[in-house]
T-cell receptor
Framework: KAGVTQTPRYLIKTRGQQVTLSCSPISGHRSVSWYQQTPGQGLQFLFEYFSETQRNKGNFPGRFSGRQFSNSRSEMNVSTLELGDSALYLC????????????FGNGTRLTVT | TQLLEQSPQFLSIQEGENLTVYCNSSSVFSSLQWYRQEPGEGPVLLVTVVTGGEVKKLKRLTFQFGDARKDSSLHITAAQPGDTGLYLCAGLGPTNYQLIWGAGTKLIIKP
């Protein structure tokens, strides 16, 4: 079956702009998690959505937001982009149980200039 | 706050050598997962260990969960260039759904 799909793969934005990233989970997966990955900070948890509700949230400012649709597809939005937002944004889907393994997409590489 | 310390951060060795990567915490985890990430791709789950003292083998990779479920190790025997990648450990806390991630070990195996 198809894996987790993230679009776009690459994105270049200017400081102050906003951006929306998309994630299509594996069919049947109801949980979608978003992570920010940078060389210096590793994998940082942004938030998790389960059945259209935000179930967990990391320690990121309110500029970072997300949502999940009824078909489990998820979007992440970052407003008022800063240079420090440049990173690889990873989405992972799972069945949503506590011990369900995560299946990651290949990420969206965001560069803010 | 739960933390998971992973070491070493970087390791570059010759093909055929053995190596061990460690994940340590002062907190107890319900389970611990190991992932490998290759350049340009997302992390891929290698194994999940659940029981204290558990040892799992995946070909040349041996994973161990500490007796107290606070630490884990990954041992690679006779490393090959195909083992190159970023190895990440992630622990699941006892009460919530959120994984705690180590910072990763960047492994390079030179032919």
């Amino acid at each position: 079956k198809a894996g987790v799909t993230q679009t776009p793969r690459y994105l270049i934005k200017t400081r102050g702009q906003q951006v929306t990233l998309s994630c299509s989970p594996i069919s049947g997966h109801r949980s979608v998690s978003w992570y920010q990955q940078t060389p210096g900070q590793g994998l940082q948890f942004l938030f998790e959505y389960f059945s259209e509700t935000q179930r967990n949230k990391g320690n990121f400012p309110g500029r970072f937001s997300g949502r999940q649709f009824s078909n489990s597809r998820s979007e992440m939005n970052v407003s008022t982009l800063e240079l420090g937002d440049s990173a690889l944004y990873l989405c992972a889907s799972s069945l949503g149980n506590r011990d369900s393994p995560l299946h990651f997409g290949n990420g969206t590489r965001l560069t803010v200039t | 706050t739960q933390l998971l310390e992973q070491s070493p951060q970087f390791l570059s060795i010759q093909e055929g050598e053995n190596l061990t990567v460690y994940c340590n915490s002062s907190s107890v985890f319900s389970s611990l997962q190991w992932y490998r990430q290759e350049p340009g791709e997302g992390p891929v789950l290698l194994v999940t260990v659940v029981t204290g003292g558990e040892v799992k083998k995946l070909k040349r990779l041996t994973f161990q969960f500490g007796d107290a479920r606070k630490d884990s190790s990954l041992h690679i025997t006779a490393a090959q260039p195909g083992d190159t990648g970023l190895y990440l450990c992630a622990g699941l806390g006892p009460t919530n759904y959120q994984l705690i991630w180590g910072a990763g070990t960047k492994l390079i195996i030179k032919p």
